[in-house]
């Protein structure tokens, strides 16, 4: 399945406002003073999810079904989340230095998509597509996301913190937020996604309950993806467990949260790898 013209276009523009948005937040550390437009590098952001939401909403309408079945749909809709709850977050809490992270992902993301597209047509084998799955992939791509903003904010704990010992005061360090603020953003991010992660992996198990008649998927895909998934998941759970803990906090809950999406990533593009395009259980 080819990817539409228009949908290619609207692609195109949301990479186009996502690396302007890179670029505005990237100013703003090189620059010693403040932004004249502070509002600017936002506003290109909610230009590009908008261009994007758009993109994804034909590509659902195109192929009759919500579910992230190829990698390029993975990509997509993992920039999409991730600059979205980055706006929010932006509202929120003002944490700007992560929009240079966020953005630079967004954009690499939207053109790996892109020529993804141009390189191979989505597999499809012809399997029908349910709810359930549908259900299945968003929660999986959502936890991704949640991870990788839990990945990036215990990079920056990491580096505020050795700045801190080296009393390095520099541009980078006046925009980073404070330790408790990173160490609780740390702990929120990792466990939506521990949230988001066993809800995925519950309704994976139903679908493959009601199709196959077992939890585990008969195909070696499924069960090699199965597998992995238990793994993200029982490290996530560690994860969770450990941080009730109050001296589990800091640096100790940081390498911990990078490790965690750090296995969570290589497991998906391994599985994507290894199911040639198409998801791992069908």
Do not use: C
Request: aromatic share 14%.
């Amino acid at each position: 399945m080819t990817i539409s013209p228009l949908e290619l276009l609207l692609l195109e523009m949301a990479s186009g406002f996502y690396l302007g948005a890179f670029i505005l937040y990237l100013s703003e550390i090189l620059l010693s003073r403040p932004p004249r437009i502070p509002w600017a590098p936002v506003t290109a952001g909610v230009g590009g999810v908008l261009f994007q939401s758009l993109a994804i909403f034909i590509r659902f309408g195109f192929q009759g079904h919500v579910a992230l079945l190829s990698l390029r749909e993975v990509l997509s809709f993992f920039s999409w989340s991730l600059v979205l709850t980055f706006l929010y977050l932006e509202h929120q809490k003002k944490v700007r230095i992560l929009g240079l992270f966020i953005f630079g992902i967004a954009f690499f993301s939207t053109l790996m998509v892109i020529g993804i597209s141009f390189r191979a047509p989505v597999l499809s084998s012809g399997a029908p597509i349910g709810l359930l799955l549908s259900i299945h992939t968003l929660l999986i791509d959502l936890g991704l996301a949640s991870a990788a903003l839990a990945f990036m904010v215990s990079v920056l704990y990491l580096v505020l913190d050795h700045f801190l010992r080296r009393k390095i005061f520099n541009r980078f360090f006046a925009r980073i937020p404070s330790l408790e603020t990173l160490d609780q953003l740390n702990n929120n991010f990792s466990g939506i996604g521990f949230v988001f992660l066993t809800a995925g992996l519950f309704f994976a198990m139903i679908w493959s309950l009601e199709k196959f008649g077992r939890t585990l998927p008969l195909a070696s895909q499924g069960r090699l993806a199965f597998i992995g998934a238990i793994l993200v998941w029982l490290l996530y759970a560690m994860t969770v467990l450990v941080r009730r803990n109050r001296r589990f906090r800091g640096k100790q809950a940081a390498y911990l949260s990078i490790s965690g999406f750090l296995v969570f990533a290589a497991t998906m593009l391994v599985l994507a790898f290894f199911s040639k395009g198409s998801h791992f259980i069908l």
